[in-house]
C-alpha cells in the first residue's frame, strides 16, 4: 500500500517540505533506510544519516534546522517520535483483526465470552472463567477455571493462567508468559523434608499492564500478588508470591523480585536487576541494570546501583577508585617504606 | 464454607483464646487481614498488626504473651506457621481434584496410564511412555516419547518434557518448564564453524521434586543430568546438561548452573545465583544472591557471596571499605602530601 | 545394539589397541563409566579414570601415552572429542525420525509445506506460512501467519514464532522459545501514561542458528532482529527488539541483550551477562559470566569482565586487592597515626 507525503501529513497535522508526491510504503531506521520507505530524525546522534538517507519521507521536529541539502521530502512536526508511534499505530490498526473461535478449541460449558473475541485453535478456556469483549486469545494459551479476563486484552500463543487470576483490560501477555504459578513456600519437618506450602491466593493484573514473551508471576500464598495499571514488564521477569508492583512501573528483562516486596508507582529497573523479599521501595525509584538490593529503599525518586546496590553517584566515584586499585596499592606500600625508613631513621 | 474457630482448633489440636464461634471462610495476611479470614503471627516483626487486625481468629504460638487487648479469637499452637501450612493444605485437599482424560488430547496407543490418571485437552503422551496413578497432566503438556512420570506428580499446563526422561514420584512441575532439552554442546570443525555434539543423555528428577514455571533442565550429553530427592527449583532457572543437583537443595529464582557442576545435599541459593561448569559443591553451602561462582567450593556448610564469591563476612568486610573508597583516596593522597614535605625537609 | 571395538574403529578409520571384539551398546562419561559402554579420553584430567573404567571401550588421543596398564580396549584417533561429536552424531541419526502429520493439528489452507514434512499433533501452522522440506514442528509449535522457516530446520514442542519471522535452514529452536515478541517500546504521554509503540519489524534467524529453550528473541520495532549464520545461543536469553547478533557468536544461559545493540561475529558470552542497548561490539570480544556492559567496547577480540565491565586483567588485579581492602585500611590508618606523630614531633 503506498501513500503520498501529503497524505502522512494530513494524517499528522504536520507541513510537509519538498515534494508532496513522494511515495512510501514501509518504515525504515533513519541508519538503515530503504527506498520509497518512511523515517524520523528525533535523537540529534543521528542526523549524520538525514543527509544521505535513500528514505523518501522523514519525519523531524519543527525546530530542526539542516546544515547540508536533503533529497528526502521532511514532515516537520511537534514530536517527530510521537508522531512515528502515531503512524505505526494507525499502520498496525489497517491490519486485519484476528476474530472468532478457530477449532478445535477448548472451551468449558461453564464459560462465558464475550463478543467478537478470537479463540485461536488448542486454546484452552476453563470452567467458569469470563472472558470478556473483544479480547483475543491466541492457539495453545491455557486459561484455567475462574479466571476473569477483561475487554480488549490480548493473550498471546501458549500464555498459561492459572485458576482464579484475573486480567484487567486492556492488558497485553506475550507468549509463554505464565501467571498464577505457585509461590516458592516451602517450610522443613522435623526430618528436614521442605513440605510445601499450599498457595491458595491469586494475581491480579489491573488494565493496561503489558507482560513480556516467558514471564513468570507467582500466585499469591494468601491474598493477591498484584500489578498495578500501566506497569509494564518486559521479557523473563520473576515476579514471586504476594508482591505488589505500582502502577506505571517498567522492568527491563530478566529482573528477579522476590516474595512480598511492595514497589511504588513510577519506578523504573534496568535488566536483570534482583530484589529480595519483604522489601519497600517508595516512588520513582530508578534502579541501573545488574543492581541487587538486599534492604529497602528510603528516599522517593532515589537512583541506585550495584550489588548490594547504593546511590549511583557512590557507586560510580568507589568504582572508579576499584579501577585504580592496584595502583594504589603500591602507594601504600612505597609510603610505608618510606615511613619506615623515616622512623628507623 | 464457614469454620468456627473450635472447629479449627481441633483439626491444629490448639487451644481457643477468645470467642470458640468466630466464624472464618477464607485465608489473609495478618498486615492485610479483612474481616471473616483466618491469619496467622510467627514472625514477631508483625506483631503490631495482631491488635488491630479485623480478623476474626488469629494462630499464635504457644509462648505469645500480648501487650494489649486483642479482639479476634486466638488459637494457641506449638508452630503457628506449621499450623497455617497444615489448614492450608486441608483446605487445597477440600478442592475438586482433576480427573479423567479431557478431548481431544494425544495418547500414543503404546503409552501406559495409571489409574485415576488427568490427561487435559491438547496434551501430548508419545510413543511407549508410562504415567503412573494419580498423575495428572494438564492441558498442552508434552510428554516425549518414552518418557516415565512416576505416580502422583503434577505437570502442569504446557510443560515439556523431551523423550526418554524420568520424572519420581511426588513431583510438581510448574507451567511453561522444558525438562530435557539439549545441552549446549558444539564443537568448532576446521573452518570455525560450531559443530553440533548431539545429546543422548536424560533427565531424571528423583522423588518429591518441584520445578518452577519456565525452568529449563537440559538433558545430558551422555549419562543423566539429576536432581534428587526434595529438591526444590523456583521459575527461568537454568540446569545445563549432565548437572547434579543434591537432595533437599532449593534454589531461589533465575540461577544458572553450567554444565556438569555437582552439588551437594541442602544446599541453598538466592535469586540469580550463576555457577560455571565443572565445579564441585559440598553439603549445605549457601550462595547469596547474584553470586557468581567460578571455582569448587572447599568448605561444607560455607556461605558465599559476591561476583566472584567469596566468604560472605570477607565480602561484608572489604565492601564496607568499598563505599569509603574515595574518602581513602583522599587520605592517602594527602599523607603523600605529608610524607613529601617531611622526605623534602 | 551391539557394536564391536573393531566396527566402530572401522566408522572412525581409528587404530584397535586390545580385545577388537569388544562389545558396546552404550556412551558413558569416564569418570562414571558403565561396563559394554564406549567412552573418551580427551581432557588429560581425566586420565586417572582410564586405568580403573569398566567401559568396554576407550577413544584416545593417537599421542596417548598409557602410564599404567588398561584393561578396556583403546582406539586410537587423531581427537577423540571430534571422534567422539562423530559417533553421537552416527548414533543419533540411527534413531527413527518423525514425519507425517499428526492429529489433530492446523494448517491453514494457504500454508504450503515442503517434501518430508513432520508436524506434530496440536501445532499452529497460521496463514501463508512456508514450511521447507525436511522440517520438523514438534506438538504445540505455533507457526504464526507468513512465517517462513527453511529446509532442515527443527522446531520443538511449544516453540511460538510471531507473524512474519523468517527462520533460515537447519536451524533449531527448542522447547518454550518465542521468537517475534514485540520489542518493549513506550512513549509517556502528557500525563504520564505509557503509550505502546507498536513492534511491525521482523526476526531473522539466518542458517545453522541454534535457539535454546524458553529464549525469548523481540521483533524490530521496524527492521530486523537478526540472529546471523551458525550463531548458537543457549536457554532464558533475552535478545530485544533491532538487536544484531553476529555469525558465530556464542551467548551461554541467561544473557540479556537490550535493544539495537549490535554484536560481531565470533564473540563469546559467559552466562547471565547483560549488554546495554545501543551499544557497537567488535568481533570475538569475549565477557567473562555476569558481565555488566553498559557502553560499547573499542577493542577487537578483548576479554572483559565486570559490572561495569572492563579488561578481564584489570578486573582480576582489582579484584586482588578488594578482598585486602580491611587489611589495607588497617594499614593505611596506622601509617596516618606513625605520621602525626612524626609531624607532632
Redesign the interface.
Known sequence: MNFKASQIAEILQGKVEGDPDSLVND???IE?SKENSLTFLANPKYEKYIYTTKASVVLVNDDFKPEKDISATLIRVPNA??A??TL??F??KSMPQKTGI?Q?S?IHESAVLGDSVYV???A?IGENAKIGDNVKI???A?I?DNVVIEDNSII???V?I?HGCKIGKNC?I???A?IG??G?G??PDET???????Q?GIVILEQ?V?I???T?I?RA???ETVVRK?A?L???I?I?H?VDVGS?T?M???V?V?GSTKIGK?CMM???V?L?GHLTVPDRVKFG??S?V?NSVKKEGETLLG??A?NVT?FA??????????D??R??NE??K??KN??NE
Open positions: 518504515f525504515s531506521k538503515e517520535y510521537k512515528l508511534a505505526l499505530e499502520y498496525e478457530e478445535p477448548f485461536g485453535a488448542f484452552y491466541y492457539p495453545q491455557y484455567g498471546y500463543a501458549g498459561k492459572y497485553i506475550h507468549a509463554g505464565v504459578s505457585d516458592f516451602f517450610a528436614g523434608e521442605y513440605k510445601k506450602i499450599q491458595i493496561d503489558e513480556g514473551a516467558n513468570c507467582d500464598t494468601m491474598g500501566g509494564k518486559d521479557n523473563l520473576q514471586a504476594n506505571r517498567v527491563a528483562a530478566q528477579g522476590a513510577e534496568g535488566g536483570q534482583g529480595a541494570a545488574q541487587g538486599p550489588s548490594p547504593i557512590d566515584k568507589s568504582f572508579i577508585i576499584f579501577k585504580k586499585l592496584p594504589i596499592y602507594q601504600i609510603m610505608e618510606t615511613l623515616i622512623t
